[in-house]
């Protein structure tokens, strides 16, 4: 009997129903299990106890006294939220307000900041191929520098007729 309760729970639903057991959240039926097992199995028992022994010592834990009220603490998480809105606020409007000054300093007509670059004008030049310099670093795109080979693509005629051969075999098999 001891063999065949224990085969239908493992370590882990015997730890657990232990623990549910000694916090009285158990059925009747899981109650008379857990009974069965601290009167028959030894390790069962050594469990429990150890169970047992921890709940105990958990309880007996001294709590750490509060310094403060949680009214207190509470305004004082209150008032770093509330710090921490208002720097987000300052540093959205510095943002904006430094984008403002940008602009409205680019559109004033003979400001010395203004830039040119948009202004300028680019004198395409045209570049010779042959006449340039070389250097280490060179791109080739349509004239590769090193000539590669083209391979030569072979049809095999083996391979088609061993395909019909196979088709005319498969007809065969069918019907």
């Known amino acids: ?3 065949h309760s224990f085969s239908k729970h493992n370590e882990v639903d015997r730890f657990e129903l232990l623990s549910a057991y000694l916090d009285g ?3 009747a039926a899981e109650r008379r299990q857990v009974e069965e097992w601290l009167y028959t199995d030894e390790s069962v028992r050594c469990l429990y106890a150890r169970l047992l022994k ?4 958990v309880k007996a834990m001294p709590l750490p006294e509060c310094e403060q009220s949680p009214e207190a603490t509470f305004q004082k998480v ?6 921490r809105t208002r720097l ?3 540093i959205g409007g510095a943002a ?3 984008c403002v000054v940008g602009t409205v300093s680019s559109l004033i007509p003979g400001s010395p900041s203004r830039l040119q670059l948009a202004q300028q004008t680019i004198q395409p030049t045209a570049v010779n191929v042959e006449s340039a310099p070389v250097s280490p670093l060179m791109v080739a795109l349509n004239n590769p520098v090193i000539e590669i080979p083209k391979t030569a693509v072979a049809v095999p005629e083996q391979t088609v007729k061993q395909s019909q051969s196979l088709e005319q075999d498969t007809r065969l098999d069918i019907n």
């Open 54 to 57: 921890l709940r105990q010592c």
């Open 1 to 3: 009997m001891e063999k």
């Open 96 to 98: 904006i307000a430094a």
């Open 78 to 83: 209150w008032q770093r939220l509330q710090r």
């Open 25 to 27: 959240e158990v059925t």
């Open 88 to 90: 987000g606020w300052m």
